[in-house]
């Protein structure tokens, strides 16, 4: 938690490289700002070595009328990458969104316990799909790039005293679709089908194109 509340302040986080790492990231020099608050976006980009800075945004994330979840997620995405541009001149900007999709329904992050037991419920012995809306606004250029990357995950048969369990453990309480595949929920994911870091909530391979493409 202390780590987490330092690197909101701004503070450049070394992805645990040591100072005299000859690693260079996608953006040379210059370390990505990941315009998120997402421990979990963190860690992943820490994981794979690339220095970032951490700055959070506050934008409207309700749903526009009939909008798709491919649209729903690059639009926010592109909208928090666009909030932190202006705080963070000459930075390379990174915006993340994820929703879980099921009978074409958008499942975000639930409100409360008894809307987690009903997502979960609806997931139980299912496929569903996971959606993360990816943005960059690269250092040097005023033009966002964005795109989305689509996993497919199978939930195992949950029985009514597993599914309030885990709620009961709190962990789906701030994850969209109110479970965490890299934690507790782990233990009821049976199968998945396209990028597991999708799932945990930042396409790391689907980032790591959008920042080596050439602009057109």
């Known amino acids: 938690m202390e780590e987490k509340q330092k690197n909101q302040t701004g503070e450049r986080d070394s992805g645990g490289l040591s100072p005299d790492s000859q690693f260079k990231s996608p953006t040379g020099s210059r370390p ?5 608050a997402s421990p979990r ?3 992943i980009l820490r994981m794979v070595g690339w ?5 959070p945004v506050d934008i409207d994330e309700s749903r526009r009328e009939g909008e798709a979840a491919a649209n729903y997620v690059e639009r926010l995405a592109r909208e928090k990458a666009e ?8 930075a390379t900007i990174v915006g993340a ?10 499942l975000s992050k639930p409100r409360d316990e ?12 299912r496929w569903h799909q996971v ?6 606004i690269r250092f040097g250029r005023s033009s966002v790039k964005v795109r989305h990357e689509t996993t497919e995950v199978r939930f195992a048969e949950m029985s009514e005293q597993n599914i309030s369990w885990y709620v009961a453990t709190g962990e789906p309480m701030d994850k969209a679709g109110a479970y965490a595949i890299q934690g507790q929920g782990s233990q009821f994911i049976e199968e998945i089908k396209g990028d597991y870091f999708n799932v945990v909530g930042l396409p790391i391979r689907l980032l790591y194109e959008l920042l080596h493409e050439e602009e057109v």
């Not at 008894?114 to 012995?125: H, I, K, P, T």
């Open 114 to 125: 008894e809307e987690a037991r009903r997502m979960v419920r609806l997931l139980n012995g």
């Open 97 to 106: 969104d994820t929703v879980v999709v099921t009978d074409q329904e958008i």
């Open 83 to 90: 909030a932190a541009a202006p705080h963070r001149p000459g």
């Open 131 to 136: 959606l993360t809306g990816v943005a960059v």
């Open 51 to 55: 220095p970032f800075e951490i700055h």
């Open 32 to 36: 990505l700002v990941l315009a998120s």
């Open 41 to 43: 976006r963190a860690e």
